[in-house]
T-cell receptor
Framework: EADIYQTPRYLVIGTGKKITLECSQTMGHDKMYWYQQDPGMELHLIHYSYGVNSTEKGDLSSESTVSRIRTEHFPLTLESARPSHTSQYLC???????????FGPGTRLTVL | AQSVAQPEDQVNVAEGNPLTVKCTYSVSGNPYLFWYVQYPNRGLQFLLKYITGDNLVKGSYGFEAEFNKSQTSFHLKKPSALVSDSALYFCAVRGNSGGYQKVTFGTGTKLQVIP
């Protein structure tokens, strides 16, 4: 079992709220990723990071932002949540010399 | 641009029968290929990968995959399906033509093993 954690696992909030989804890994991986996935559907890469102070937008445009101040921590923030943000958010990490990604359990977000 | 195709949205197989989940890819250079499995309400779990060497790759839970360069395929197989294998399976690829390249995931195939 990979050591990558996401909190909260489930979140229900109202429109307009600011939220931060937490992701931490204890494997010392330099690369980290955020994916958005509707239940049972394909993954969409929304953000990734090659290391500390490095962040890039992914293939799917997202209103969220990310930061990478520490190697182990890669939080995702939504400044003003909307119902269209309702989805599952998966965090993953991979090491320097491998592309095998290790995924967290996901955060299921519902915006009312 | 690299891409992955999983042509079947769903595969149904009877318990005890062999299963195949199909994947084809398009990439520059030699491919790195991966299979992941996702159980309900969980993140993805790594099953196996092909980097180089033997075309038949063995992975977790009795799964294996065969790399076929001429057909640009990397089908996932298991000799005898279990009901507990029912899940969503993702194929992924990245190229190896120099520089950093992201991993591209397929759209997923739902495997249903019928008791």
């Amino acid at each position: 079992e990979a050591d990558i954690y996401q909190t909260p696992r489930y979140l229900v909030i109202g429109t307009g709220k600011k939220i931060t989804l937490e992701c931490s890994q204890t494997m010392g991986h330099d690369k980290m990723y955020w994916y958005q996935q509707d239940p049972g559907m394909e993954l969409h890469l929304i953000h990734y990071s090659y290391g500390v102070n490095s962040t890039e937008k992914g293939d799917l445009s997202s209103e969220s932002t990310v930061s990478r101040i520490r190697t182990e921590h890669f939080p995702l923030t939504l400044e003003s949540a909307r119902p269209s943000h309702t989805s599952q958010y998966l965090c993953a990490s991979s090491g320097t010399y491998t592309d095998t990604q290790y995924f967290g359990p996901g955060t299921r977000l519902t915006v009312l | 641009a690299q891409s992955v195709a999983q042509p079947e949205d769903q595969v149904n197989v009877a318990e005890g029968n062999p299963l195949t989940v199909k994947c084809t890819y398009s990439v520059s250079g030699n491919p790195y290929l991966f299979w992941y499995v996702q159980y309900p309400n969980r993140g993805l779990q790594f099953l196996l990968k092909y980097i180089t060497g033997d075309n038949l790759v063995k992975g977790s839970y009795g799964f294996e995959a065969e790399f076929n360069k001429s057909q640009t395929s990397f089908h996932l197989k298991k000799p005898s399906a279990l009901v507990s294998d029912s899940a969503l399976y993702f194929c992924a690829v990245r190229g190896n033509s120099g520089g950093y390249q992201k991993v591209t995931f397929g759209t997923g195939t739902k495997l249903q093993v019928i008791p």
